[in-house]
């Protein structure tokens, strides 16, 4: 009985000296995703290390894991797991513990999916980021894209990898936004998201296996139209080379930009409304003008109450109402922003804009909060805040690529903790009167409202044949492409999008520099 309880007590003291090690130490766990961009990761895992130690940082700990490797990966959150345990235990949560990302801008946000997964709390953690992917906006935006440059090589050479962990350990932390991206499919009239793929990874039509209900973190942006397009395309060509890659993105973008048919996002895009599909609509969207009129038989708006500021729309009230805006183009891309990020480089229109508006000057007598130009402040990524414009047609997206006309900016407006986007029921929509403009540049319009006709001078008869052709065709063609994060996403039959807020993270950023 004495040994035995000697043996608990020696078992108990080592657990006990292995949590003082665990709690007393600075953790560095690098996750590495070995096929970012040069191949700077697989470097680091082909040394067959677990745990690192520097000379010159005795207290710090680095811990290498492979992303791609379901039980290194495990096995690294089960270490994350029982530092922070350790930590809470003794009291040792003012040693930081990093978690860092060897790899591109959906590296982290696949990372901290997984971590939401395992109920390991983010707050607890400081981020990092070692930029080893093709576009690295969110390096950029956090102001270390620099520190790959030296490593771009050979990560394992001249002390940079030292110098890459000595600089994260040491830099300024950032509150960072991260959302919550839900895409959403009618799945019964066989829609679906299907992620696109490289033609080498087994995929014969360059997309991957479809799902109903996509869910994602979003920290940069969201694009829906011409940006998904291009990158869409771009996904078939990628290969190991960041030069190439980004050859190929810039191929892709001229042949989109001068020779392709870029469709309106309004052909698809029905409204934009508060999160949770409750409250205010915010912004409606009209088909395409130049193409189609539709006369609604049973709009699907008229199933939601007007939206007012008090969103009960209690008569008695004495609070202002308002009427959602309608957007006064058919543009080719929606825009929904976290960082100044767009088409592949740090690019902040949102600040830089001195005009413009996505609405008609009539579309409201008042205009909704967050589509108010009054209630707008400077763009940023820790606000729990998102910014939503457009560009209007392919003149404004070429003018704005080549720096040539960026101080206009058709905005929708800035949203509090996030937002929805409504695409068009397409089998109520099928059941709508298309009415085909060819023969008239403005026919004459009989009537008003929701029951107004446009008259073409064709026969009745011709029109309804048109129609029904129409109607068909759409049904079709409900295809849009989306972009979250670099990651790009051919949606049939979408429903909506939603991208709220999920949680801040704190995120290391460059080293202050002295005297400030």
């Known amino acids: 009985m004495i040994e035995r309880d000697r043996i608990e007590s020696s078992s108990q003291t080592l657990d006990h000296y292995e949590r003082v090690d665990l709690a007393s130490l600075t953790h560095f766990f690098l996750f590495i995703n070995p096929k970012s961009g040069n191949n700077q990761g697989k470097q680091i895992l082909q040394l067959g290390l677990d745990v690192i130690q520097f000379k010159s940082h005795q207290h710090v700990k680095v811990h290498v894991h492979n992303l791609f490797d379901d039980s290194d990966r495990d096995s690294g959150f089960d270490s994350i797991k029982s530092v922070l345990e ?12 990093h978690l860092c990302v060897a790899g ?19 707050s607890e953690l400081f981020f990092s980021l070692l930029p080893f992917g093709t576009g690295n906006d969110l390096a950029r935006f956090l102001g270390t894209w620099h520190l790959d440059k030296q490593a771009t090589r050979d990560v394992m050479r001249g002390g940079h990898l030292l110098s890459l962990v000595t600089q994260q350990l040491h830099g300024h932390p950032q509150v960072l936004d991260v959302w919550d991206v839900t895409i959403v499919t009618d799945e019964a009239a066989g829609g679906g998201v299907r992620k696109f793929v490289s033609r080498g990874n087994g995929s014969e039509d360059g997309l991957g296996p479809p799902v109903e209900t996509l869910r994602q973190k979003m920290i940069n942006n969201l694009a829906v139209g011409a940006q998904a397009y291009v990158g869409g395309d771009f996904e078939g060509h990628r290969t190991k080379s960041r030069v190439l890659n980004i050859a190929w993105y810039v191929a892709e973008t001229i042949k989109w930009g001068l020779f392709r048919k870029l469709p309106p996002v309004s052909l698809s895009l029905e409204r934009i409304e508060n999160v949770g599909g409750e409250g205010p609509i915010w912004a409606t969207v009209e088909c395409e003008k130049s193409t189609c009129v539709l006369r609604r038989r049973q709009s699907s708006l008229s199933h939601r109450a007007e939206p007012s500021l008090n969103s009960k729309n209690d008569p008695t009230s004495s609070a202002p109402t308002f009427q959602p805006r309608t957007l006064a183009y058919q543009p080719i891309e929606l825009d929904v922003q976290n960082i100044p990020s767009l088409w592949g480089r740090l690019l902040n229109l949102w600040d830089n804009a001195e005009a413009g508006s996505a609405f008609a000057t009539n579309s409201s007598t008042m205009a909704p909060p967050p589509t108010d130009p009054q209630n707008w402040v400077k763009q940023s990524a820790s606000d729990r805040k998102l910014e939503v414009f457009v560009i ?15 101080k206009n900016l058709a905005r929708i407006g800035q949203f509090n903790d996030g937002v929805r986007i409504v695409f068009r029921d397409e089998e109520k929509e099928g059941e709508d009167e298309v009415v085909i403009r060819e023969e008239e540049e403005n026919p004459p319009v009989h009537g008003e409202g929701e029951g107004a006709v446009v008259r073409t001078g064709r026969s009745e008869s011709n029109t309804r044949r048109r129609s029904e052709r129409s109607a ?16 790009f996403y051919e949606v049939k039959r979408p429903r909506w999008i939603e991208i709220k807020m999920w949680e801040q993270i704190t995120i290391m950023g460059p080293p202050q520099e002295k005297g400030h």
Do not use: W
């Open 86 to 97: 350790s930590k809470r235990k003794l009291g040792k949560m003012e040693q930081k513990t």
């Open 104 to 122: 591109g801008d959906g590296t982290l946000t696949f990372i901290l999916s997984h971590l939401e997964s395992l109920s390991i709390p983010t």
């Open 392 to 406: 209007e047609h392919r003149r404004s997206y070429m003018l704005k690529e080549l720096a040539l006309d960026r």
């Open 472 to 487: 068909r065709s759409s049904k079709k063609e409900v295809v849009v492409r989306v972009m979250v994060d670099g990651e």
